[in-house]
């Protein structure tokens, strides 16, 4: 499988500019030259930025200036430490992953598609003679199967339209089904050698994200460690039948059947990474980590067992949180485990 290079181990500025009140005293405060000088002592060589798209663009598509300056000083207090950064469009107009605009506002409303091609362009115009330095996430996730069609033929005319300004910046497109890493092998060949397809990877569901709050799914009082057997996860979703329908059980066939959990990342991931090398090209996991609900023993097992998967594969990745967002490594939860977190990203 092709090299992403400069960006294997890197992780996430969630919450800065992006799931944010994008507040000025916020966004001056939460992220500073200190905090990319940390990330680059860590021996990391990236991050990932999720931005939002009224950061920059106002409803009607107008470009907001003062939006892109932080980006701007992003980009420089990287290149002052030492750092690559994926520039995310996470959330776009129309369209968001995780409230009420999950509705196919985007997908199928030309207005909008307008909108959100005229933002990529103004980034390939801005950035796009930094190759080396920032690569680009056309879209953080697709959540629909049903949306993977409509969201490829967007993302193609997007392709074209970076190419003009950016003719050899990394583009990083995911397919649907929430981003899976089984979506990888369902991919159009967009024949472009700097394309590489995304995933997130938050497996088994059930663990990463147990008794999160924002998944009104989810059962509040359930606990769950890793390893976790093939049969205890499926006695926990049929303890709850309205999981049944959900993506919590689309990777919990690649579980162990003993207590061991080994091999689990290796074999989840063997398929798309066939995918890749058939199409000439890389994937990147965007996002993976464990809630901080979860056990630091559990976290530790799941963290040592997916940094395998990553090495063996030459998979680039970022860990979803530098702070905050119920996964930051920065938080009270790693005090004195994080130089061991830090040897498995």
Request: proline share 3%.
């Amino acid at each position: 499988m092709k090299d992403f290079t400069g960006f294997k181990k890197g992780i996430n500025l969630g919450g800065w500019l992006s799931q944010s009140s994008l507040k000025k005293n916020h966004m001056d405060t939460f992220i500073t030259i200190d905090d990319l000088k940390k990330i680059s002592s860590w021996g990391l060589d990236h991050i990932r930025v999720p931005i939002d798209y009224s950061l920059v663009q106002d409803e009607d598509g107008n470009i907001i200036q003062t939006g892109f300056e932080y980006i701007d000083q992003c980009i420089s207090m990287c290149e002052e430490v030492g750092l690559n950064l994926i520039l995310d469009l996470h959330r776009i107009h129309g369209y968001y992953f995780i409230d009420g605009a999950t509705d196919n506002k985007f997908f199928h409303n030309e207005k909008l598609v307008m909108h959100y091609l005229n933002l990529w362009i103004e980034f390939a115009k801005r950035y796009g003679s930094k190759p080396e330095r920032v690569a680009f996430e056309l879209i953080n996730a697709i959540m629909n199967k049903e949306d993977q069609a409509a969201w490829i033929n967007i993302a193609k005319s997007a392709v074209s339209l970076i190419r003009v300004y950016a003719p050899k910046t990394k583009l990083l497109i995911p397919g649907g089904n929430h981003s899976s890493i089984h979506a990888i092998s369902t991919m159009a060949d967009f024949h472009d050698e700097n394309i590489g397809f995304s995933f997130h990877c938050y497996e088994p569901l059930l663990f990463c994200q147990q008794r999160a709050y924002w998944r009104l799914d989810f059962p509040q009082d359930q606990k769950m460690d890793f390893p976790v057997t093939t049969k205890e996860y499926f006695d926990v979703l049929a303890k709850h039948p309205q999981l049944k329908y959900t993506e919590a059980n689309t990777c919990a066939d690649y579980l162990s059947p003993d207590s061991t959990g080994s091999n689990y990342f290796i074999k989840l991931f063997k398929r798309a990474v066939e995918y890749a090398e058939k199409m000439d090209t890389f994937i990147y996991c965007v996002e993976y980590g464990v809630i901080d609900r979860a056990d630091n023993s559990s976290t530790l097992q799941w963290l040592m067992q997916i940094h395998e998967a990553f090495e063996k594969y030459n998979i680039g990745r970022a860990l979803w949180t530098y702070k905050g967002m119920d996964y930051g490594l920065c938080d009270q939860r790693f005090e004195g485990l994080r130089e061991m977190v830090l040897q498995y990203m």
